[in-house]
Structures are given as structure tokens and as C-alpha cells.
């Protein structure tokens, strides 16, 4: 069956007819997002849900959303998404980053040189009849010195047109290496030294709890006199009420603000002082970039539920489509591990400890971590899939560590999990074979080659004589066909295990039948998704 998608904003007809072409149903009701309880009543025949602004994917919607995979937000904000709840319910959560980043960047160049000039001011005074030509003496961009805080997408791109403008820029980030810096042409520095320096300051960085107020009014009191701000990433980086008080007494020169702390702003401490020029968040408001937004969204949500990629998602690893179709066994085989662990276990678990060896500690461990973590816990808790399996560990305070190596061993690759109780350790590993069918190596230390299947039976002896003739002779008697079955021991009536691959899951009363016998220290059915 073909997954389909609810749009419930405003998106183009060539965003519309992408999820169409690749394949997807999809439901184009653009008024819906602002009708909260029809779209609670719909959400939950819906796999994907496509959304701008409007539509607020709140924590109460998303308990309707019984069916719901994942969330596109056409654009970089996701303020009208709950995002621990849509992780909670093991919903992924997109949005495109890049899309509007070149429309963004040229809005603040654009508001910086507007604040320059006082083109605003000037445009009103000359619509207005007057000619006030000795009112508005600006200031020129040439070799003036531009801090740019936030050197990333669309901070990056202000770096190249600020350059190309013959600005001296300076920038503020933390994770700006000197080789990206230098590829820029420009000079990084602390934010010190940015404040100190720079005649004009852009900010493009997201609102967090690190960078909210970074422009406090002690930052303020930092910068040159005469300083120009400008403002187009998000509401809340700049002390409103510290900068009209700069403004006000002239330390502050100018500034051009886009966004706010609250939004909409009908109304705001700085509106109709005469040094500052507003928009109204226009930074992604090109037609180009809201059809290139509303195009990556439809293409990312169906690559996601088409083919497994993930893309610029919020609450997963990113896996592209190559990762998907290179990774699948690999998932697979994790998710396998990991309930094989979790149907092993009924205490409380502390650790898991993941190892990769070999060529598949190169691929995308984030993901295959997940996975292992989603099998663990969908042993006790079904509901638990890949985006909430992380969230669940954390919140039971399992710690979850990970190491890779060179291979070591007679396979090209493979996984092995551990698990820490607090009376005990227990381990699987397994590998992918070249047909792609993941493959159980080694059960508590003793090597073995056992396929997976959907029914299989883990038991444990002493190494003796009879236990195949006896495991073989029950299963008959009681009707339950043995698809394959593989043996390993630790040596010579030493430990022992038995792995059987069963067509269907056995009766409890088999269960008991081979436990009475008194040669088996465990025998536990187990089960796994193999589809």
C-alpha cells in the first residue's frame, strides 16, 4: 500500500505533484492546518504530514496521529512543532535548513544596507513631499569592518557577499576551523573581540539557551560607539528593551531587525524610534525560496518513506538514500541483536556497550545504534521504534557507549552487544552475509552461524550426550517443524547452546516439557521481525 501525506499549509502544486510522482497518495487541504480539531480528526490516517506556520503539530495532535511517521516543515523553523513529543512517539520531525538560506542572506545585507543609508526614513520623508537631502547622511560599506556571529549556512553566504563588498569581516563561531575561515576570507575571533571591533554586527546563529540574549545589554555596552545591528535570524538573540536604551543615547547608531522576541509583533519597545528599521520576518519570503523550500520537502519526506533516507531530520541521524540501500542488512542485523539482548533480559538495564569491527565501522553508527537501542526496549515496551528509542533509554538512565575497530576476526565485518545488569553481562554478536541475511556469530563467547528467523528457541546445557535427539524428539512429538538448527559449545562438556529455527512459535506447555527434563539451564522462546 502507498503511504500518503496530509498538506495541510499552503505548499505549491510542484511540491504536491513530486509526492505524486514518486508514488505517494497525497491530500492537498491547505486551510486545514488552522482547524485544530478537524485535522485531529483526519491526522490519524495519514503516514506523512507536510506542514508551513500554520499548522501547530502539538502534543495533543500527535496522540491522534496513531499511523503518523514523519513531519516536513517546508522551511527552518519548527517553533509550531513539539519535537520531544513527535520523538517520543517515534515520529521524525524534517525541515530544509537550506532552502531559504540565499534569500535570508540577502535580506541582511540588504537590511544592512538599509541601516547604512536610512533608506526607510528617507523613502517616507521623500513620499511625504519634502526633500530633506542634509537629513539622511549615511554611511558607506567599504572597508568597513562587518562581525558576523554565526559563520554557518546562511552566515557563511553574508561572509562571501561581504567580501565581494570589500568589508574587512571578522567572525564569532565556535565551530569555525581556520582552513573554512580562511576558505571564507575571513578572520575568526572571540566574541570580545567581535564586539570591540566590528562597525557593523549580523547575527546568524539559532535561538538556544547559549545564545539567547547574546547581544545582552552588557555585550551592548561592549561594542564601538557608533555600531549598526542587524538581526534576521531568530527573535530573542537581542536584548530589545538594553538596545532602544543604546540606541536612545546614541551608542548604538542603527539597527535592522527582521525578528523578534515576540512574534507576531504587533507592537515592540523599538517600533518608531527613527534609527531602526523593521520587516516583518521576511528573511525566507522570496518566491524562489518558498518553492525551493516547499520542493526539498516533498522530495525528503518521500525518499524517507519510500526508501528509509533520512534528510535534514531533527530527532534522527541523517542516512541518505546510498547509506539506506548499503545499511539495510546492517540495520536489520542491529535491531536483531538488540532483541535478542532485550528478550534475554528481565532486570533493569545499566549499559549497553556496542562494538563495530571492520568495514561496518565506517558506516552511519548514529543510525545503527538506534537500532540496536530500539531492539533492546521493544522486547518490554512494542511501542518503542527508532526515533524514540533514545529518548526512552535516557529517560530509564541506560548509558549507551559505542567503540569501533580494525577487523580483527574471520569476518569482514560485524556487531557485538553487551548488556550490564547490575547481576550480569550478556553478549551477541553477528555479521551480514553477502546475500544480505544477518547472521547470529557468537552467543555468550561460543561461536556459532545461525540464520535469523521469525520463531526461533535459545536454550543452554552442559555439554553432554541426547540434547539434539532430545530437542529434535520434542519438537516432533508436539508438531513444531525445525527450519534449521545450530549448536556451539565453549568446549568439551563445557557450556553449550542450542539455536533453533522454528516455522512457528511453540506452546508454553513445550516450553515446560523441556524444562522438566532437568538438562537445560534456560530454554527461551524468542521472536523476531524479519520482514
Known sequence: MAPRVLVSDELSETAVQIFRDRGVEVDYMPKLGKDKEKLAELINQYDGLAIRSATKVTEKLLESATNLKVVGRAGIGVDNVD???????GVIVMNTPFGNSITTAEHAIAMMFAVARQIPEANASTHAGK???SKFMGVELFNKTLGVIGAGNIGGIVCDRAVGLKMKVIAYDP?????RAKTLGVHKVELEELLAKADFITLHVPLTDKTRNILSRENLAKTRKGVRIINCARGGLVDEAALKDALDSGHVAGAALDVFEVEPATENVLFGHPNVVCTPHLGASTTEAQENVALQVA????????TGAVQNALNMPNVTAEQAAVMGPWIKLADHLGAFIGQMTD???????ILYDGRVADMNLAALNQSVIAGVLKAHNPDVNL??????AKDKGIQVSTTKQDKTGAFDAYIKVTMVTDKRERSVAGTCFADGKPRFIQIKGINIDAEVGAHMLYTTNEDVPGIIGLLGMTMGKNGVNIANFTLGRSGVGQDAIALLYLDQAIDPKVVDTLEATGMFQQVKPLQFHVA
Open 299 to 306: 522530495e525528503q519526506m518521500s525518499d524517507y518513506l519510500l
Open 83 to 89: 519535537i520531544p513529543a513527535a520523538s517520543k512517539k
Open 175 to 179: 565551530f569555525l576551523s581556520e582552513e
Open 347 to 353: 532486570e533493569p538495564i545499566k549499559a549497553i556497550n
Open 131 to 133: 526633500w530633506e537631502k
Open 387 to 392: 526515533v524514540s528509542a533514545p529518548i526512552v
